[in-house]
């Protein structure tokens, strides 16, 4: 079975500063995606990212990119010149659609980052 | 482009009451899940629909809940009778049912039961 797990429950960082967010999953399939959401106190869940797992780059969206290690099974979120804006909650998760059609679309547990001013 | 759509925002109710939260998700858009969310639990995925069909109802915690999707554009989720414990937000997402097409979440429904 697929799982999903964020090991850091919290951070924090300084304004203006870089941080990583860790996630790994567990998998036996060869093509999937993965996804990193945002939920900042409004509550809206938002698509920050997204990673095919047959693609060896590394996505980026602005301020934000991904380091993809497949063998390792890990997808890291990193926020490059964090912004007050940044405070959320952040969801790693991951996709597969199966032959049979089953689908499957698992969260972690979520990261509470705070960005300090 | 108009996002999915949930209603109420905010509910307040007294335990016992019948609660129907609705969705309607993105045009176009041929899938639809629920969600809810607390704190103890994190994100739970109640039920989802591909082409108005229930997929798989296992995260649906009791027969108290109910979800039904009568067209492509509206979904509810119903609670008869509702308890504290219900207490949560309920998110509905929708998506294609292809791989590697993200789900859009609307902004859920808080729930509170007394």
């Known amino acids: 079975a697929q799982t999903v797990t964020q090991s850091q429950p919290e951070m924090s960082v300084q304004e203006a500063e870089t941080v990583t967010l860790s996630c790994t999953y567990d998998?036996?399939?060869?093509?999937?995606?993965l996804f990193w959401y945002k939920q900042p106190p409004s509550r809206q869940m938002i698509l920050v990212i997204r990673?095919?797992?047959?693609?060896?780059q590394n996505a980026t969206e602005n301020r934000f990119s991904v380091n993809f290690q497949k063998a390792a099974k890990s997808f890291s979120l990193k926020i490059s010149d964090s912004q007050l804006g940044d405070t959320a909650m952040y969801f790693c998760?991951?996709?597969?659609?199966?032959?049979?059609?089953?689908?499957?679309?698992?969260f972690g547990t979520g990261t509470r980052l705070k960005v300090l001013a | 482009d108009a996002g999915v759509i949930q209603s109420p925002r905010h509910e307040v109710t007294e335990m016992g009451q019948e609660v129907t939260l609705r969705c309607k998700p993105i045009?176009?858009?041929?899938?639809l899940f629920w969600y809810r969310q607390t704190m103890m639990r994190g994100l739970e995925l109640l039920i989802y629909?591909?082409?108005?069909?229930?997929?798989?109802d296992s995260g649906m915690p009791e027969d108290r809940f109910s979800a039904k999707m009568p067209n492509a554009s509206f979904s509810t989720l119903k609670i008869q009778p509702s308890e504290p414990r219900d207490s949560a937000v309920y998110f509905c997402?929708?998506?294609?049912?292809?791989?590697?097409?993200?789900?859009?979440f609307g902004d859920g429904t808080r729930l509170s039961i007394l």
């Open positions: 997402a929708s998506s294609l049912w292809r791989l590697g097409q993200p789900q859009h």
């Open positions: 998998t036996s399939e060869s093509n999937y995606y």
């Open positions: 990673q095919e797992a047959y693609k060896q």
């Open positions: 998760a991951f996709m597969k659609l199966g032959i049979s059609g089953t689908y499957k679309y698992i």
């Open positions: 045009s176009g858009h041929n899938s």
């Open positions: 629909f591909n082409n108005n069909v229930p997929i798989d």
